[in-house]
Every structure is written in structure tokens, then in C-alpha cells.
């Protein structure tokens, strides 16, 4: 007999005295109902017990009124785990994973942490594991893949018909290029190799994100490099270098040109295709200093582009939205290109279906997947008015140009009466988007009721009035949505 304890208590689903209180015993295909009963039973009463700070200022003193589900996120009034929790219950889940049956019936019971795809997925999880029964998590992971790919394919190719719909009113022009988009598309989906367009632009997001976690001295290095593969001067019609030009680039990468296969004739008809080469080499060499396999992967991959040998690409909506934005640049029909946003949004990620998660982690470990299915639970800051960090004062001012008085975008304060608790995936999904009045995508009801519980709090005295008096007026001022802030005690900071 195999015993594996679940640590979560009565009253405090997390808290060290109770780890021992409940146990799930597993016995060859069996699994005992009695403690499955006992550990729902010891979860539905929990209350806020947890240490909070006298007087709440900061960020992380905040993200602790989400323990316990003590306060709810404020766009869609789900419960939050703070890191602590969602750690301990990610440990919990990993000893469940060996019998699928029984870590869906658990992660289920904490459904409401969960976003809706989310749910639907482990339900799915619960709904496989009866017809495979004593199988580990990993097991029917493989089993749920293939018909979750067919699933996802057919909803891509319905939304890249739907885009195929839309070709007429683009200058004709742009006609041959849309059309290359959409059939190469189509390959990454199916996993054809091809021709790969290459995109410098394209490169450098995927780029960025692989060098996230690097020393800032090499992924400096790194970026700088890559960066260069976006000047404008290789978009140009002639294939000649200017000789300037390429001095400083070799000087600012440190790139020897009497180096064998680093010198490139500015006058030569390749020299521009011989210069990315030359670049993507250099970046490979800066990742092999930390073996940095996928930089290196990823540039090998693009070198293949460059040259015009066939390669297998996954379909990235990311990398799509960016070739598509290269091809819609000059278009200046905003009707149009409303259009095309509102379709290509439609496209499915692992955030907002559960078919798109299954696909993209369906080679990963069981300990990923699991991490992966919980970290979008946890509580964040969320910035009520966007504060905007990529965005410049001169796009502020353009675009406010095409929108109305009571639409238009400001930047936010960073400070606690503009700060609020949201879910990872919520406050993915508000991001800078305008959310006010028919925009708004969330549960009203969910503000209404997360005010209300700031109300509470401020009258314990772990909160200023005015505070949540500020965090009402930004709610509003990006919501088009009212709080009432009945019954509190008004208190300065």
C-alpha cells in the first residue's frame, strides 16, 4: 500500500500544523472514497487567518489578502493563491499525478482557483482517466493529444479562411504577400517543411524571450547583435552595403572581418544575406559561452531561412500577428485593420483553450504540465490604469487622436491607490486593452464584490480609505463602472 498525504488542513488549507491531518491511501486499482470525502469535507470551511501586516503599503503586503481566498480577483472574483500556496499545492499535485483519477477529483475541489479552460481540461482529465483507469497523469496526457490536435487545426484553418475572406480589400499590392502568409501558415500548422519566410522581427521576439533569464552582459550582447538583423537598410532594394555601415557594425559587435568567412564585400549582390549570416553566427557564438542551446537551435533555424533550405516551424500566433503587421504596415483603413485584429484574436492559445494547452505541452514533463496548469492562479499586481512601460508619450498622443474624449489613454500612477489583485491569466488578458463600458470583458459583480471586501478591510484597519477611495475612482475611470464604497470608515494614510 502506497500512502500519500495530503497537507492541507481544516480551517487553513496551508498551514504547517495541519499537513498530517488528512491521508489518500492508493491500493493497486482502488482508491479509498472515505479519505477523498474527508479531504473535501476539511476544505470547505476556510477562513482568512492568515499574518497580515497592521497597515498594508506595499505590494507584496497586498498579494497576501488573496491567502486563504480572503479577497477574490477583481476582474473575474475567482480565488488567488499567493506563491506559498500555489508551491505547496503544485508539491501536493506532483504526488497526485501518479493516479490521474484521483489528482482530477482533488484539483477539481479547487476549481474555483481555476481558469474556465482550465477547468474544462482537468474535467476532460477526469473524463479519460474512467476509460483508462490506473494510469498516471502523463499517460493520458498522450492519449488526450491526438484528438485535441485535430481540434485545434480545424479551429486555426477556420480562422485563416475567415482572414483569406478579407483579401479583397487589401491593396492589391499586398495581395502576393498575404497569400504567402496564409499558405505558409498552413505548413507550420500541418508541420510541412518549406521555404520559411524570414523575419527579422520575427527572430528577435523569439530571441528576447529565450534570453529572459541570461547575465545582463550577455544578453545584452546578444540582443544588440540581433537587433541590427531589423535595421531598415536591409529591406532596401539595392543589395549593396554601405562601406560606413558595415565598419560600424563590425566594430559594434566586435566582429573581425580578416576572420575566415566573417569578411563581406559591401558591393557584392549577396552581401546583405552574407551580413545576416555573419550576424546569426556571432550571436551562436555568444550563446555557446553559456550553452545556450536553444539560442543556438533557434539561430540555426534561421540561418536555414536566410539560405532557403526547408524547415519545419511551429505555427506561433505571436510570430504570425508580427509577419502580419509587417504586411499591413501602410494600410490606412482602420475599419480594416479592425477587422483583422478582431479575427486574428480569435486565434486559440494555452491560456484560452484547452486544446492549444494540450498541444503545446503535450511533450513536456509531469511536473511542467502541472506547473503549467496552476501558475496563471496566482495573485498578481495588477495596475488598474495601465502604467504603460512600452508604450511612449508620442503613441499615447496618436493614438488618443483616433479615439473619443471618454475613451481616451492615459498612463497610470505606480502606486497603491492604482493597485489591485487580479489572476496571472486576468490580468494578461486586460493588459492595455480598453475595457470601459461595452468593452468591459469581466464579471462586473467580481469589482463590486472585491470593493466590498476592501471596505471590510479598511475598517480592521488593515487599509487607508483613501486608498481604496483611488483604486474606486481608477476602477471606474478605465471600467465605466461604479463602486458604492458603503459603510467605510474613512482613514488617511
Known amino acids: 500500500m502506497k500512502v500519500l498525504p495530503i497537507t492541507f488542513g481544516i480551517h487553513n488549507p496551508f498551514s504547517a500544523n495541519n499537513l498530517k491531518s488528512a491521508s489518500t491511501s492508493i491500493s493497486g486499482n482502488s482508491i479509498s472514497q472515505n479519505n477523498i470525502d474527508t479531504f473535501t469535507r476539511n476544505n470547505n470551511d476556510i477562513s482568512f487567518n492568515g499574518k497580515i501586516p497592521t497597515f498594508i503599503t506595499g505590494k507584496n503586503d497586498l498579494k497576501r489578502l488573496a491567502k486563504n481566498g480572503h479577497i477574490g480577483c477583481i476582474w473575474c472574483g475567482g480565488s488567488m493563491f499567493i506563491q506559498n500556496e500555489l508551491d505547496m499545492f503544485h508539491h501536493i499535485s506532483k504526488r497526485l499525478a501518479s493516479s490521474s483519477e484521483l489528482f482530477s477529483r482533488v484539483i477539481l475541489h479547487f476549481k474555483d482557483y481555476l481558469p474556465p479552460e482550465r477547468i474544462k481540461l482537468v474535467k476532460q482529465i477526469s473524463h479519460y482517466s474512467k476509460a483508462y483507469p490506473n494510469h498516471d497523469l502523463k499517460y493520458i496526457f498522450n492519449k488526450m493529444t491526438p484528438p485535441a490536435e485535430k481540434r485545434l ?173 509587417e504586411i499591413l504596415e501602410d494600410v490606412k483603413d482602420e475599419k480594416l485593420l479592425k477587422k483583422f485584429s478582431r479575427i486574428t484574436k480569435k486565434f486559440p492559445t494555452s491560456l484560452d483553450n484547452k486544446d492549444a494547452f494540450i498541444v503545446k505541452y503535450k511533450n513536456e514533463s509531469t511536473d511542467t504540465i502541472i506547473s503549467k496548469m496552476l501558475e496563471d492562479s496566482l495573485v498578481t499586481l495588477e495596475h488598474i490604469t495601465p502604467i504603460l512601460r512600452n508604450t511612449s508619450d508620442k503613441e499615447i498622443k496618436l493614438r488618443n487622436k483616433d479615439l473619443a474624449k471618454n475613451s481616451r489613454i492615459k498612463r497610470g500612477s505606480d502606486n497603491i491607490g492604482n493597485w489591485a489583485l487580479a489572476h496571472r491569466w486576468c490580468n494578461a488578458l486586460h493588459g492595455s486593452e480598453n475595457i470601459k463600458n461595452e468593452n468591459f470583458p469581466f464579471s462586473r459583480e467580481a469589482g463590486i464584490k472585491y470593493f466590498r471586501t476592501l471596505v471590510e478591510d479598511v475598517n480592521k484597519g488593515l487599509l487607508s480609505g483613501e486608498s481604496v477611495i483611488n483604486m474606486a475612482k481608477n476602477y471606474f475611470e478605465q471600467t465605466g463602472i461604479k463602486i458604492k464604497l458603503k459603510g467605510m470608515k474613512y482613514t488617511h494614510e
Do not use: M
Not at 219 to 228: D, M, R
Not at 240 to 249: F, G, M, N, Y
Not at 305 to 315: A, E, L, N
Open 153 to 325: 487545426i480545424h479551429k486555426q484553418f477556420f480562422i485563416l479562411q475567415n482572414l483569406k475572406k478579407l483579401k479583397p480589400e487589401l491593396p492589391v499590392e499586398l495581395h502576393k504577400d498575404f497569400d504567402i502568409l496564409l499558405n505558409h501558415s498552413k505548413y507550420r500548422i500541418l508541420g510541412i517543411p518549406y521555404v520559411s519566410e524570414y523575419s527579422a522581427k520575427e527572430f528577435y521576439y523569439q530571441l528576447s524571450n529565450l534570453s529572459k533569464n541570461l547575465p545582463s552582459p550577455r544578453k545584452e550582447s546578444i540582443l544588440n547583435t540581433a537587433k541590427i538583423l531589423t535595421h531598415p537598410i536591409f529591406k532596401e532594394i539595392d543589395p549593396e552595403i554601405p562601406d560606413k555601415w558595415l565598419k560600424r557594425v563590425y566594430k559594434q559587435t566586435n566582429i573581425s572581418p580578416n576572420t575566415k568567412g566573417n569578411y563581406v564585400s559591401p558591393y557584392a549582390q549577396n552581401a546583405k544575406e552574407k551580413l545576416k549570416l555573419v550576424l546569426l553566427n556571432k550571436i551562436i557564438s555568444l550563446a555557446k559561452e553559456g550553452n545556450h542551446q536553444s539560442i543556438i537551435d533557434l539561430c540555426n533555424l534561421t540561418k536555414n531561412k536566410v539560405i532557403g533550405i526547408p524547415v519545419t516551424s511551429k505555427f506561433s500566433n505571436k510570430a504570425f500577428n508580427y509577419k502580419l503587421n
